[in-house]
């Protein structure tokens, strides 16, 4: 079983940042991808970004973060982090963290909810205009 955690949400003034952190516990940190997706106020959960370290590192971001969003990992951490710049009212949501326990999978799955096996609780995001 893994654990997550995130950390880091917060209320923030447009074009401002934050840096989500989720911590992962239960697992060896290898062969695996993790990502963070977000459920903005009566919308679907999104995909945000994504990191998969299998046999080199592949990312992947949603094209609405692009230039904006980092995402970055820490083996000696077991962390993920999203590094959240020149931020948007549209940003605004819960964000969550997710855990493939597999490596190697596309970027095509990647990018979807159902290739995660593990999701933290979700942190606040609220970016005021």
């Not at 917060?10 to 516990?25: E, H, I, K, N, P």
């Not at 290898?30 to 370290?53: Q, S």
């Not at 990992?73 to 020149?86: C, F, P, Q």
Request: hydrophobic letters at 35%.
């Amino acid at each position: 079983q893994v654990q997550l955690i995130e950390s880091g949400g917060g209320l923030v003034q447009a074009g401002g940042s934050l840096r989500l952190s989720c911590t992962a516990s239960g697992r060896a940190f290898i062969n695996c991808a993790m990502a963070w997706f977000r459920r903005a106020p009566g919308k679907e959960r999104e995909f945000v970004a994504a990191i998969n370290w299998s046999g080199g590192t592949r990312i992947a971001y949603t094209d609405s973060v692009k230039g904006r969003f980092t995402i970055s990992r820490s083996n000696s951490m077991n962390s993920v982090y999203l590094e959240m710049n020149s931020l948007k009212p549209e940003d605004t949501g819960v964000y969550y963290c997710a855990f493939a326990d597999r490596g190697g999978i596309t970027v095509a799955t990647m990018r979807s909810s159902a290739g995660y096996d593990y999701w933290g609780q979700g942190t606040q995001v609220t970016v005021s205009s």
